[in-house]
């Protein structure tokens, strides 16, 4: 199975300052039909997961601009440019390259 | 409104079954494929499996790959889950989510909590 590492997996942060989460993979997503199948989750308390990022870089409708992702690969990141209140949670990459699909341990996000 | 609705959890003793549903509404669930992940308490999320639109495919992760058995009414617009032989670590909350294509869930239900304890 595809193992993804995130780190680190407590990211403490200052409102206004910005924030990086990386996710490694052990093996290459880029897919048969050249996408890699690389997406982001957050997951608030208490919620469901919510996509923010699908496919290393696509921005979901109605997520904030702050959000972006990156990489290629084996190495992939998501940004948060100024970390707001609201974004505490628990992040996720998931690959979807390989079945079964696996997701990272999961980043708790705290202010 | 989209949604995704899931149902049918409860407390239920080692070695039995439940059928978990879920329903959707607010887009043409006949053309999408549908998972099941889920989450332990206090842990990170897991994939359980997955369905293609006609129903004519379906993957499961290992650890329940002849427990499990998913599968789909696209008249009646609901997913299924079929759990039986649980086990302690089962325990979770089973989510339903519409699978935009490789892994990329753009839906989410609220879940629907298994808890299996004798």
């Known amino acids: 199975d595809v193992v993804l590492t995130q780190s680190p997996l407590s990211l403490p942060v200052t409102l206004g300052q910005p924030a990086s989460i990386s996710c490694r993979s052990s093996?290459?997503?880029?897919?048969?039909?050249?996408?890699?199948?690389l997406h982001w989750f957050q997951q608030r308390p208490g919620q469901s997961p919510r996509r923010l990022i699908y496919?290393?870089?696509n921005r979901d409708s109605g997520v904030p601009d702050r959000f972006s992702g990156s990489g290629s690969g084996t190495d992939f990141t998501l940004k948060i440019s100024r970390v707001e209140a609201e974004d505490v949670g628990v992040y996720y990459c998931?690959?979807?390259?390989?079945?079964?699909?696996?997701f990272g341990q999961g980043t708790k996000l705290e202010i | 409104e989209v949604q995704l609705v899931e149902s049918g959890g409860g407390l239920i003793k080692p070695g039995g079954s439940l059928r978990l549903s879920c329903a959707a509404s607010?887009?043409?669930?006949?053309?999408?494929?549908m998972s099941w992940v889920r989450q332990a308490p206090g842990k990170g999320l897991e994939w359980v499996a997955i369905?293609?639109?006609?129903?004519?495919?379906?993957k499961y992760v290992d650890s329940v790959k002849g427990r499990f058995t998913v599968s789909r009414d696209n008249a009646k617009n609901s997913l299924y889950l079929q759990i039986s032989s649980l086990r302690a670590e089962d325990t979770a909350v089973y989510y339903c989510?519409?699978?935009?294509?490789?892994?990329?869930?753009?839906?989410w239900g609220l879940g629907t909590t298994v808890t299996v304890s004798s």
């Open positions: 989510g519409r699978d935009a294509g490789w892994g990329a869930i753009d839906i």
């Open positions: 607010g887009f043409t669930f006949s053309k999408a494929w």
């Open positions: 369905i293609r639109h006609d129903g004519g495919e379906t």
């Open positions: 093996q290459s997503l880029i897919y048969t039909d050249g996408n890699t199948h």
């Open positions: 496919k290393v870089s």
């Open positions: 998931t690959q979807g390259t390989q079945w079964p699909y696996t």
